[in-house]
């Protein structure tokens, strides 16, 4: 009996202690009267990993106490994803990360190179250089991420000098930050300007009912257009067969964008971000969305700021009533862009592709019917509804139809 009991008082754990609390309450903010959401434990381990470089045990079991969820949970979660770098007990973690793209386009442009000479150059105990997959910068191989800070076309004096910059932000202070207008961001259609070129006149049309949802959804359906994130399912029937299942239905975006080769989605989203957001809002509208939850890489460091940016200034001045609009951050986990792996990503959960039956339409986020769309379907919505399903329909070859982008 007495083995017994030792056992399981070891199984209990570490304890929080006040320190950690206090570090982690600092970070996550007020607790709410209700508690802390379960579906936000990725966000608040980004928050702890941003801070400190990495995830002390001492934070996750901190974290845990503060959401009461076990600890175990919290562990299995933090581990699955590759950005997140769990240290335990007096150990230290590598203050700066450099992850040097190895995919087939900076393969080829001398990552491996890159990889060779960094390590002896930036010469720092507090410095690691890995190699990473494919980062979704191939038009500017080699591309290197020097902590979330892509350096394109990279060469080694240009990631040392990028280097040098974050050994000095690391002297800031550890809170979180809301996004602000950065200048490294490239040239961009804003919200003021979207607006003054005729941006979200069809949406407020849908909005106010002078534009019939029906119609648009007729167009959808005769359009041809497939979903874009690879299972080429027709977008206007998936649309149908989410508006006919009862409320609150729940709407899923996929951006996480992680096939090796590809980064269609991010050149559209770093030009144009509204006309995506537009496409969104036009999709809820006619399905009857409650809630938006869009899913981005967390490679896509600078779009996500921007993205941030541009949500806040939909939402501060919105051309009509908007749905809940939350953006996620992914972690760095492949299996995430099949949709049901994102959809368990959202939740703060392993990203574990579901079984099917259900499908996600019946039994989605939350178990809500969702749909889910690739960032580029709703990118094209806009304009296919504007031009008509004839326009978009006769834009295909071979007895396709419709436009698709490829990255070259």
């Known amino acids: 009996m007495r083995q017994r009991i030792r056992q399981k008082s070891k199984l209990k754990g570490r304890q929080a202690d006040d320190a950690s609390l206090d570090e982690v309450r600092a970070l996550l903010g007020p607790k709410p009267e209700a508690g802390h959401r379960r579906d936000l434990l990725i966000e608040h381990l980004h928050k702890l990993n941003d801070a400190y470089r990495c995830l002390h045990d001492r ?93 394109p076309l990279a060469t080694v004096q240009a990631v040392q000098t990028e280097f040098l910059k974050q050994k000095q932000l690391l002297t800031q202070v550890k809170t979180a930050q809301p996004a602000t207008k950065n200048v490294a961001w490239p040239d961009y259609v804003n919200y003021a300007d979207y607006q003054a070129s005729g941006g979200y006149t069809l949406a407020q049309a849908i909005a106010d009912g002078s534009k019939d949802t029906e119609s648009v959804l007729k167009t959808m359906e005769d359009s041809g257009l497939r979903g874009l994130g690879g299972a080429g399912f027709p977008a206007g ?61 967390d490679e896509y460091h600078d779009c996500r700021n921007m993205l941030e940016f541009e949500l806040a200034a939909l939402q501060a001045n919105p051309p009509f009533k908007l749905p809940l609009i939350e953006l996620r951050r992914g972690a760095g986990a492949y299996i995430c862009g099949e949709e049901s792996a994102m959809i368990e990503s959202i939740e703060g959960k392993r990203g574990e592709p579901r079984m099917r039956p259900p499908y996600i339409a019946q039994v ?32 295909g070859r071979n007895g396709r139809k419709g436009l698709r982008s490829f990255s070259v």
């Open 59 to 151: 934070h996750l079991v901190a974290l845990a106490k503060e959401m009461n969820i076990p600890m175990a949970e919290v562990y299995e979660v933090a581990t699955f994803y590759h950005h997140f770098d769990v240290v335990r007990g007096d150990d230290t973690a590598a203050a700066i990360t450099v992850r040097v793209c190895d995919g087939l386009s900076c393969e080829l442009a001398g990552a491996q190179d890159l990889l060779a000479r960094l390590p002896a150059i930036l010469g720092n105990d507090n410095v690691r250089v890995i190699p990473a997959p494919c980062i979704g910068r191939c038009e500017t191989a080699p591309a290197v991420a020097v902590h979330q800070t892509v350096v």
């Open 364 to 395: 989605g986020l939350f178990g809500r019917p969702t749909l889910e769309h690739n960032f580029e379907t709703l990118y094209w919505v806009r304009e296919l509804v504007e031009k008509g399903a004839d326009w978009f329909a006769s834009q």
């Open 237 to 297: 029937r998936k649309w149908r067969i989410v508006r006919g299942e009862a409320a609150p239905k729940l709407m899923a975006i996929n951006i996480d964008e992680g096939e090796p080769g590809t980064f269609k989605d991010r050149t559209y989203l770093e030009s144009d971000p509204h006309r995506f957001l537009e496409g969104m809002l036009i999709a809820a509208q006619v399905v009857g969305i409650d809630a938006i939850y869009i899913y981005l890489r």
